[in-house]
């Protein structure tokens, strides 16, 4: 909580995982973004846990070269941060390790912290060893002042996201829990709020009446990175479209909630996974798509195929594609499909909500050049870069009946302003105790609740999964899940 004056309590802020892949690339840099920009509290201290053995002074080096050369940084701000570290060795599973994480935690320093966050940036089988432990070790309480970070993926299924979610709870209360969804501290994400409820100009045109399908894709030009062990399990519709694609839905299609806080947003959030229209098992043929990437050649680098990515099961079925098309059953929406599309080594990095426009009720230019012309959309641009614009059909100046398109272009950064990374955002979130851009159990229940049908029918379909060649757009096949034979995906801002 923010005292009177607006000054972030102290903090202790745990980090479980910290010489891994989440901690290195995503956690740190972020972290340090935050100090350059003031954004700190006064009294912060990070105390990094793991196996590796580094004393203080070693650790604070080995963060200082990490950042020097993910982040080129330099100065007083990267002493600073640096000196916020302490270093605890020791075993997840291990109960003494948390008797001497308490110790660091009691030092003078330390101490004077009310408030103390447990950042778990590790492998969901190892979140079981560390709650108990931390209960062991008395370090869950004071209930309303200790918080614990779990990242995704929230379990594999719905049943095990229960049997986790009952394990925290029998350890933290939800007040204490902080389920972390990263595409929910992205500009754009936050900004489509704004778009929707700031704006009288588009509540409108956003219903069935006005808009005639969705689509929401997030496209991405790296391959699985050395995760072999947790994608191959796991796969693009676990990875991406359960949690990722599935909150920018509920944000596109959500209601006006009754404040902008925690509960009220989840609560639209959830009304949308709960309207859309259950896939029977029948259907699943026409509601998803998956496929595997084979070798190609991406930004002009050729690249091997997902069966020959080190790790990978040879006669892997895993999805590194899927789309899927939804319904959402609810006044606004009926009979508008939501297409979601997610990938691995496409063809450019590409994220972004598009809502493309019905056709004018009247062909009013049918005897003219304009014939064929293209309906409107609105563009939410999410990566790689952030900008919102409506496209729209003008004249061109002169004699003839000609139009082109021109866009309305809501984009409100400039080009030289650096973007905020979805993590800076809501790692200031917890410090704070803000909930509201943190996934709540029954939310992370539905979106699997939708899912699942696809999950266990494609289970029992081992033997084989279509392919696409690294470097496009993913695979032609996909397109079976359109309503309309015109409609295409759209592989541009
Ligand atoms: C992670 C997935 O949650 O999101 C990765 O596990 C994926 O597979 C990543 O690459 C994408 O995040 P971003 O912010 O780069 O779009």
């Not at 920009?37 to 590796?52: H, Q």
């Not at 007040?175 to 990263?182: A, E, K, P, T, V």
């Not at 754009?188 to 219903?207: C, G, K, M, S, Y």
């Not at 450019?348 to 293209?374: K, V």
Request: proline share 6%.
């Amino acid at each position: 909580m923010i005292d009177q004056e607006g000054a972030l309590p102290p903090c202790n802020f745990v980090i479980f995982g910290a010489t891994g892949n989440l901690a290195t690339i995503k956690l740190f840099p972020a972290l340090y973004r935050l100090e350059l920009a003031g954004r700190l509290p006064e009294v912060l201290n990070f105390v990094a846990f793991g196996r590796r053995a580094f004393d203080d002074a070693g650790w604070r080096d080995y963060v200082r070269d990490l950042l020097v050369e993910r982040c080129q940084a330099a100065g007083e701000p990267l002493e600073r941060f640096v000196a916020r570290f302490d270093y605890v060795r020791g075993d997840q599973a291990d109960p003494a390790a948390y008797e001497a994480l308490k110790a660091t935690l009691a030092k003078p320093k330390l101490g004077v912290c009310s408030h103390v966050v447990f950042y778990l940036a590790i492998k969901p089988g190892d979140f079981p060893a560390v709650v108990k432990n931390l209960d062991k070790a008395g370090l869950n309480r004071p209930r309303g002042l200790h918080r614990i970070v779990v990242e995704k993926p929230f379990g594999t299924d719905i049943e095990s996201a229960q049997v986790l979610n009952e394990l925290l709870h029998r350890h933290f209360d939800e007040s204490q829990i902080f389920r972390i969804d990263h595409y929910m501290g992205k500009e754009t994400v936050q900004n489509l709020l704004v778009f929707r409820f700031a704006n009288t100009l588009i509540e409108p045109l956003w219903n069935r009446n006005y808009i005639d399908h969705v689509q929401i894709t997030v496209a991405e030009a790296v391959g699985i990175e050395k995760r072999a062990d947790y994608y191959d399990k796991a796969g693009a519709l676990r990875d991406m479209l359960q949690n990722h694609l599935m909150q920018l839905l509920t944000l596109v299609a959500m209601e006006p909630p009754a404040a902008l806080e925690a509960d009220a947003m989840r609560d639209e959030k959830v009304k949308v996974l709960r309207c859309i229209r259950p896939i029977p098992k029948r259907s699943v043929h026409a509601h998803a798509f998956r496929a595997q990437y084979k070798a190609g050649s991406v930004a002009g680098a050729q690249v091997q195929g997902y069966q020959d990515e080190p790790g990978v099961e040879p006669d892997s079925v895993t999805e590194t594609y899927v789309a899927a098309k939804f319904y959402i059953d609810n006044w606004r929406w009926r009979g508008v499909p939501f297409y979601l599309r997610t990938g691995k080594r496409l063809k450019e990095p590409m994220s972004m909500i598009a809502l493309r426009l019905r056709h004018p009720p009247q062909q009013l230019f049918r005897e003219t050049p304009l014939e064929a012309l293209e309906p409107n959309w609105i563009v939410l641009s999410i990566q790689p870069n952030e900008s919102m614009h409506m496209e729209l059909h003008a004249k061109q100046p002169g004699l003839g009946m000609n139009t082109h398109v021109i866009r309305l272009n809501a984009s409100y950064r400039g080009e030289d302003e650096h973007p905020l990374d979805a993590y800076e955002a809501l790692l200031l979130d917890v410090i704070e105790g803000d909930h509201t851009l943190f996934i709540r159990f029954d939310e992370v229940e539905w979106a699997w609740r939708v899912v699942d049908p696809i999950l266990k029918y494609w289970v029992q379909e081992r033997d084989f999964i279509h392919t696409y060649p690294a470097g496009g757009w993913g695979p032609l096949e996909a397109n079976r899940l359109f309503d309309a034979e015109e409609t295409e995906w759209r592989n541009r801002v």
